[in-house]
């Protein structure tokens, strides 16, 4: 990618963990000066924290020269569910695009952390500030003034835009923001515990245990990780005591009832409660509010980190266009639309799993033993087990920026497991392709985050597609015949598709519009809706 020139204010981003990490990242990638703020010393390594990463995450990761996050990350291939001892059904990811991706690496963000400061150690456009906690926001009309208590005294950081990302105690930064933070915490609590052991069997699956006798009317969770770690997750009482359980041999004989008489290292423990929140807008005047300030979900399913890093990509494109001057201001609204119904459909898929997880009356609970007593070799009922949907990327389809296509409508949510048919709002495929001047290119997704993408199918004039484009906006733009990309078909196959047709992928992946007319005016229109600007 040839980085565009950029004079003016930098953007400041608060909070240097994962998610500002990737904005700084990508908004560097745009050419754009990123101040990266947080309140804290160092970095401190603590924990593994999330360890889930989904494919579509590694793949905005790699954008920012973070491949070694997939690399480091343990892939696991299977999930499997369990009533007591008896197994109730398992499922694999389905790769639509036959992405070269895993779906899930299980990786610590300790390490993901780490991988992106290296990454930002070698990015001039990026200045790391620690110590730096943002005490007041000002805004004007063209600016953002952020004051900052440091161990020196105060300073001021002025940016053009500030993203939020101060993580699950931003609490602070939502006052200054005004916003509310709406939502319930859950009464149960859960204990970790990162377990070093040899596991023959495991190494590639999760696991999840309803009313296992080792821990009777509650569940556990074991995911797999590098090193031979394995994740260790029981739902407990309000009242559990994590230092008494520790000292009188309980946490120990926890461990044994699963793992049994093996060798074990405890790497890590913790007990937590669940929170399910979101403010009630992700954009306040040149701010926007990303990740785990912006929203909190319970994490069976993943979908903590992996939407965050949503945030941060859908963030700075957007602020990208606009300070380069290719889409108004106004197009950061749509950030705010998009990404905020994308926390709330996360908010109800894991808020539905924690209503089965924790059902709140004696109704309750004997349905859910009614029901995982049916699930027993019954394949609807097993249907409406609920241990938890992975993370998945939401679909933009009736984002203000998405030009809808009223033969290919969307299905709603897929089974478990499944990608969506592709119709204008869903994320493209990542299937493979080849490039004549790109040697680098191996996915499609490589391709999209220089610009506005079209890809012509048979019967399109790509010349033609190419000045249109060029025409109706002063953003990069590329045009390319799927034909020429796609020697084995792959790409034409998941996306179904026909002769005639010209799609049009924003520079986040998402498909913008299908079109099929030969009337120049309709692209032009899709085009400048993609990014925000006047049809």
Not at 139 to 151: E, F, L, P
């Amino acid at each position: 990618m040839s980085v565009p020139t950029y004079t003016g204010l930098p953007v400041a981003v608060i909070g240097n963990g994962p998610v500002g990490q990737t904005t700084a990242l990508l908004l560097a990638r745009w050419g754009i000066p990123v101040v990266l703020l947080d309140g804290r010393a160092q970095r401190d390594v603590v924990g593994s924290k999330a360890i889930c990463q989904q494919r579509d995450v590694l793949d905005i990761w790699s954008a920012v020269g973070a491949d070694q996050i997939a690399e480091a990350g343990l892939t696991w291939t299977t999930a499997r569910t369990f009533y007591r001892d008896q197994e109730l059904f398992s499922w694999a990811f389905v790769n639509r695009g036959h992405s070269p991706l895993p779906a899930f690496v299980n990786v610590s963000q300790c390490h993901s952390e780490q991988v992106l400061d290296e990454q930002i150690a070698g990015q001039s456009l990026i200045d790391v500030r620690w110590d730096h906690e943002a005490v007041a926001i000002e805004q004007t009309a063209d600016s953002v003034t952020i004051t900052c208590a440091t161990a020196y005294g105060e300073s001021q950081v002025q940016a053009a835009y500030t993203v939020a990302a101060a993580g699950a105690r931003g609490e602070q930064v939502r006052q200054m923001l005004g916003v509310s933070f709406e939502g319930q915490t859950f009464d149960d609590r859960f204990l970790i515990c990162d377990i070093r052991a040899e596991l023959p069997g495991w190494e590639t699956e999760r696991r999840f245990y309803f009313d296992p006798e080792w821990n009777p009317g509650r569940q556990v969770l074991i995911h797999p990780c590098p090193d031979s770690t394995f994740r260790i997750d029981w739902q407990v009482p309000s009242e559990f005591n994590l230092d008494a359980e520790a000292e009188d041999g309980r946490l120990s004989a926890r461990i044994r009832q699963i793992i049994g008489a093996r060798p074990y290292e405890i790497v890590w423990k913790s007990v937590y409660r669940f929170h399910a929140r979101t403010v009630d807008r992700m954009r306040v005047g040149r701010v926007l509010i990303a990740g785990d300030s912006a929203h909190l979900v319970a994490p069976f399913g993943a979908r903590g980190l992996n939407s965050g890093v949503a945030d941060a990509e859908n963030a700075a494109w957007k602020l990208a266009f606009v300070m380069h001057g290719w889409s108004p201001d106004t197009l950061l609204d749509s950030y705010s639309d998009e990404r905020l119904a994308a926390a709330h459909e996360n908010l109800e898929v894991t808020s539905n799993t924690m209503r089965f997880l924790v059902p709140q009356d004696e109704s309750e609970w004997e349905a859910r033993r009614s029901l995982l007593e049916e699930a027993i070799g019954n394949p609807e009922a097993q249907a409406r087990v609920d241990s938890g949907r992975f993370a998945e990327p939401f679909w933009y389809v009736d984002s203000p920026l998405t030009t809808a296509d009223p033969d290919r409508v969307f299905a709603g949510r897929p089974p478990r497991g499944e990608m969506p048919v592709v119709v204008p709002g869903v994320l493209v495929p990542d299937a493979p392709v080849a490039v004549s001047d790109r040697p680098d290119v191996v996915r499609v997704r490589q391709l999209v985050r220089d610009g506005l993408l079209a890809l012509t199918t048979d019967g399109v004039d790509a010349a033609e597609i190419a000045i249109v484009l060029k025409e109706a906006t002063e953003a990069p733009t590329r045009v390319l015949r799927m034909a020429d990309i796609d020697s084995s078909g792959t790409l034409t196959g998941a996306l179904a598709a026909q002769p005639g047709e010209t799609w049009l992928l924003r520079p986040d992946g998402h498909v913008a519009a299908v079109l099929t007319s030969a009337d120049p005016a309709d692209l032009a229109a899709a085009a400048r809706r993609a990014i925000g600007a006047t049809p």
